[in-house]
Each structure stands twice: as C-alpha cells, then as structure tokens.
T-cell receptor, first 112, second 116 residues
Framework: GEDVEQSLFLSVREGDSSVINCTYTDSSSTYLYWYKQEPGAGLQLLTYIFSNMDMKQDQRLTVLLNKKDKHLSLRIADTQTGDSAIYFCAEKGEQAGTALIFGKGTTLSVSS | GAGVSQTPSNKVTEKGKYVELRCDPISGHTALYWYRQSLGQGPEFLIYFQGTGAADDSGLPNDRFFAVRPEGSVSTLKIQRTERGDSAVYLC??????????????FGPGTRLTVL
C-alpha cells in the first residue's frame, strides 16, 4: 500500500542548515509536497515538486528528489527560530481528485 | 475571503451526540477535500467533492460520517452518534480543481473536535 515515512524529530541551531528526509512507496506519485504546520495553525503549503524534476529551489528552501530511491528531502538554509514547526511530506497521483498521502511529520526544533 | 475558513475552531461534545463542522473554501475553488488529523499523525483523507457531488468518499470511516456541499461552495461534515475515537482535528482543503490545477491544495485552520 501507499506509505510515506519521515523521521520524527530534528534539532538544529539557529543559522545552521536543516535537512528533513522522507521516503515514499508509491511509484506512480506525480507530485511530492512539503507542508509546514505551526501550533494551532493549519497546514501551509511550502513547496512541491513534479516527479520529472530532481531539484527545486525557492529562496531558503531546496527540495531534492531521488525518484529511483523514492527519497525526498527538504533543506532549509540559515534556519531561524521561526522555522520551528512540524513539516509534513506528502505525495499525490496525477489524476484530479486524488488525495494527498501524508507522512507523520517531522518536528523541527531550532535553538538560538 | 482570502483563505479556507472553518467553523467552529473548537467543538466539545458528549459521546452519542451529533455534530456538524463547516468549511468555506477559497472563492472559485471547485474541488474540496476533508481530512482528519489525529494526535501525532499526518492528515488522512476522508472525502473529496468536485462541485456539488462527492466524487470519492472512500476515506469515510463508517456510515456515521456524512458530508454535503449542496451549492458547490460551502461544505458541512456531519458526524452522528459521536464516539471518543472521533476526537481529532478535522481539516478542509480546496483547490481550483481539474487536471491542471488540482495539484495545489490549500488548507483551512481546522476544527478540533473533542468527544467526552
């Protein structure tokens, strides 16, 4: 079945880079996402990558996709205390109306 | 409105009661999704609407759960005879819909349901 796995916790110091990793099982996944969830808030779409790409950069965020190994990562450069949150990896098929399949989330803790 | 809104933000009810949770999607978004997020878990799909019709309700856990979207905009998730295991955050998401634009789903803040 479909499954998305993430490590549960990551702790970094302010100014360092953070790398959050994710593996997925569905080879038909077309879109791969990173969402951010802060306490008491909804899910914020950070970025997503189409499966025919291997890298996408957006300001401090870099997404790397290894489709062969079904491995996705999110790198946050110059991590700030405001980046502390839960980060969810998710996958989705190409067809309209297919739901997002989420991992359990990685809690990122940034210390000053 | 600027984003997806959900009401109420918090709902506390007693076991066996009926509850309704409301979602207002982004204006113009034809696709609407309901997800449920239990503590320490990622969101799990419940139901998908394209326009007024439920195109996929395969995620609804049992027949106590039902959702409607009568005019293709606001949606209501209805839970009958609530159980303690229904306690979770219920999230709504919307997207423009269609094959080219369904890839971006925007989430509301959620309704936290607590069943005592």
């Amino acid at each position: 079945g479909e499954d998305v796995e993430q490590s549960l916790f990551l702790s970094v110091r302010e100014g360092d880079s953070s790398v959050i990793n994710c593996t997925y099982t569905d080879s038909s996944s077309t879109y791969l996402y990173w969402y951010k969830q802060e306490p008491g808030a909804g899910l914020q779409l950070l970025t997503y990558i189409f499966s025919n790409m291997d890298m996408k950069q957006d300001q401090r965020l870099t997404v790397l996709l290894n489709k062969k190994d079904k491995h996705l990562s999110l790198r946050i450069a110059d991590t700030q205390t405001g980046d502390s949150a839960i980060y969810f990896c998710a996958e989705k098929g190409e067809q309209a109306g297919t739901a997002l399949i989420f991992g359990k989330g990685t809690t990122l803790s940034v210390s000053s | 409105g600027a984003g997806v809104s959900q009401t109420p933000s918090n709902k506390v009810t007693e076991k066996g009661k009926y509850v309704e949770l409301r979602c207002d999607p982004i204006s113009g978004h034809t696709a609407l999704y309901w997800y449920r997020q239990s503590l320490g878990q990622g969101p799990e799909f419940l139901i998908y609407f394209q326009g007024t019709g439920a195109a996929d309700d395969s995620g609804l856990p049992n027949d106590r759960f039902f959702a409607v979207r009568p005019e293709g905009s606001v949606s209501t998730l209805k839970i009958q005879r609530t159980e303690r295991g229904d306690s979770a955050v219920y999230l709504c998401a919307s997207s423009l819909g269609g094959p080219r634009y369904d890839n971006e789903q925007f989430f509301g803040p959620g309704t936290r349901l607590t069943v005592l």
